[in-house]
């Protein structure tokens, strides 16, 4: 019954993806989905155009139209953009409920690591401690500064990967997008800020990897907070 009333909210090619088996196939043409959903194209291919832009299909011209396994991130994505659009304060209070939602999932999402996924954080912690070491001292060296922050956004997200929940890693991939379309992810604060951070999140990997969990979880939640007194 809940299906049937959700399902009633929505159009009639969301309705049409949704009953449609998950695969990859290329779905009917334009012209055959008019006929079986018994709309017009025109109202067709505004559907489509909503959908493409949520995630739900891709459209190539040499291979057609083809249903996406469902992802919320490209709905926050969207959304989210309009948001720092109209105000970059609005990345802070975003920010604040991506941090909620790390320490809410925290202890279940690092007992579903696997030994590789424990590598590979380990490997990330020396990539980055590598690019912060081999930055110049110089305050007038700031060109050669090698910011890690593609560590950065890849030790979260790996951290969080095992969770079996598609809108809190949705949140948390949107995170990350806003972070550098706000500029975060340049190089600010100075060598001591980044190393801070960064024995954080050292502490939070050798605690997941000696299975001390909560040792881990208070290095996250006082991590959190030095975004918000980054020079």
Known sequence: MLRDRTSSNISEFFRYLASH???DDKLPSLTELSKELDISLASLREQLEVARALGFVEVRQKTGTRRLKYSFTPAIRQSLGYALALNNDHFRKFAEMRNHLEAAYWHEAVKLLTAEDKQE????ITRAWDKIRGTPQRPDAFSGV???HEEHRKLHLTIFSRLDNPFVIGVLE???EAYEGVGLN???GGYEYLQEVWRYHQVMVESICNDQFEVGYDALVKHTDLLYHRP
């Open 21 to 23: 088996p998950e695969a």
């Open 121 to 124: 954080l380990e490997a990330i």
């Open 146 to 148: 090698q910011v890690p």
């Open 174 to 176: 949107a995170y990350w």
């Open 186 to 188: 340049v190089f600010a």
